[in-house]
């Protein structure tokens, strides 16, 4: 697993590993990027989670909104207890019933569409054949300008 957050600043991005380990509850997720990155609470912060090239996760966070996330694979929670906490924060629920569907993301799909990837965009590239979540993650980071950032932490 990797996981990250980012904050823009005036200079750009910023980023950081962050350790999820200790999460076991959705709060703890916010809590963990505002430690670890010392934040006041109003900055553009996104955290960037990647799972054993099964799944990814992007959570927006900003001033004192709830936060938003992008789940790429609404049965990540099947078998994750992370996995779960990001299908619970993006409002679905894994069913094993219907594990055999395929992919399918769940979420907030125009969570990064002021920064410059819109909701089709953000859909095709969680979708693409063969693109694994790390791969994903990197297209985003490199459209949104924080790919330097995500090379040196990854």
Not at 18 to 47: C, P, Y
Not at 97 to 125: H, K, M, Q
């Amino acid at each position: 697993m990797f996981s990250a957050a980012f904050v823009r600043t005036e200079d750009g991005w910023t980023g950081a590993e962050v350790d999820l380990s200790e999460v076991e509850i959705v709060d703890d997720l916010s809590d963990a990027v505002q430690e670890r990155l010392g934040l006041d609470g109003d900055e553009l912060t996104l955290l960037c989670v990647e799972v054993e090239d099964e799944w990814f996760a992007i959570v927006r966070y900003q001033d004192d909104d709830e936060p938003r996330v992008f789940l790429s694979d609404v049965q990540a929670g099947v078998n994750d207890s992370l996995g779960a906490l990001f299908t619970e924060l993006a409002g679905v629920a894994p069913d094993k019933e219907t594990s055999d569907l395929g992919v399918r993301p769940a979420g907030d799909f125009e969570l990064l569409s002021d920064l410059g990837v819109t909701s089709e965009e953000l859909i095709e590239l969680s979708m693409e054949e063969g693109m694994l979540p790390a791969d994903t993650l990197s297209v985003i980071a490199e459209r949104l300008a924080f790919a330097d950032e995500l090379d040196r932490l990854h």
